[in-house]
């Protein structure tokens, strides 16, 4: 049974850096996974942030960006604001029809 | 202005059915494929299935399989989730979602609108 990895949670200082990761339990992500990133706050629908790797969904802000980083994908917040504190899912394409979510990275901004 | 409402949820008991529906506007329906997207209580995200553009192809978790089906009327612009043999794990929040698989016109291995969602709760 394949899982879908992201770090359970983070934390980052307003204005710093932020990448958060989403890898397989076996394997490595490549593009051919066509991983896309979902941002939500408790009680919301979710919001697409980034598809196929490092695309931006219309209106979402260039600080937050898609990228293949070693075995994983990744998504990178740069320059973090305190609206930035959500959970953010990651989604892979595992072939034949099937996507698998990975558990979520609940993100922190203090 | 892309929209999708889902209607349908409720308390049912377990063992019991439940047809979720999916009401979109805003796109050329048919040209897209539809997905469904749960969240339990407190949980994360977990994708249920997935319909193509016309129908043809279908796919599901292992979680649901042969317990619910997918179809679409792509007439009324509608998806639904027939989920039979419900059970208390399947209490959540169904989210439905533009996207996740193939049409005639294009594939999209993601989903770029989503639904408010529609809570289903399998409880005695």
């Known amino acids: 049974q394949t899982v879908v990895t992201q770090e359970p949670s983070f934390s980052v200082s307003p204005g710093s850096t932020v990448t958060l990761t989403c890898g397989l339990s076996?394997?490595?992500?490549?593009?051919?996974?066509?991983p896309s990133w979902y941002q939500q706050t408790p009680g919301q629908a979710p919001r697409t942030l980034i598809y196929?790797?490092?695309t931006r969904s219309s209106g979402v802000p260039d600080r937050f960006s898609g990228s293949i980083l070693g075995n994983k994908a990744a998504l990178t917040i740069t320059g973090a604001q305190a609206d930035d504190e959500s959970n953010y899912y990651c989604?892979?394409?595992?072939?034949?029809?099937?996507?698998?979510f990975g558990g979520g990275t609940k993100l922190t901004v203090l | 202005e892309v929209q999708l409402v889902e209607s349908g949820g409720g308390l049912v008991q377990p063992g019991g059915s439940l047809r979720l529906s999916c009401a979109a506007s805003g796109f050329t329906f048919s040209d897209y494929a539809m997905s469904w997207v749960r969240q339990a209580p407190g949980k994360g995200l977990e994708w249920v299935s997935v319909i193509s553009g016309g129908g043809s192809s279908t796919y599901f978790a292992d979680s649901v399989k042969g317990r619910f089906t997918i179809s679409r009327d792509n007439s009324r612009s509608t998806v639904y989730l027939q989920m039979n043999s419900l059970r208390a794990e399947d209490t959540a929040v169904y989210y439905c979602?533009?996207?996740?698989?193939?049409?005639?016109?294009?594939?999209?291995?993601?989903?770029?609108?989503w639904g408010q969602g529609t809570l289903v709760t399998v409880s005695s």
């Open positions: 196929s790797t490092n």
């Open positions: 979602a533009k996207g996740g698989y193939c049409s005639s016109a294009s594939c999209q291995y993601y989903f770029d609108y």
């Open positions: 989604v892979l394409y595992m072939g034949s029809g099937t996507l698998i």
């Open positions: 076996s394997g490595s992500v490549s593009t051919g996974y066509y």
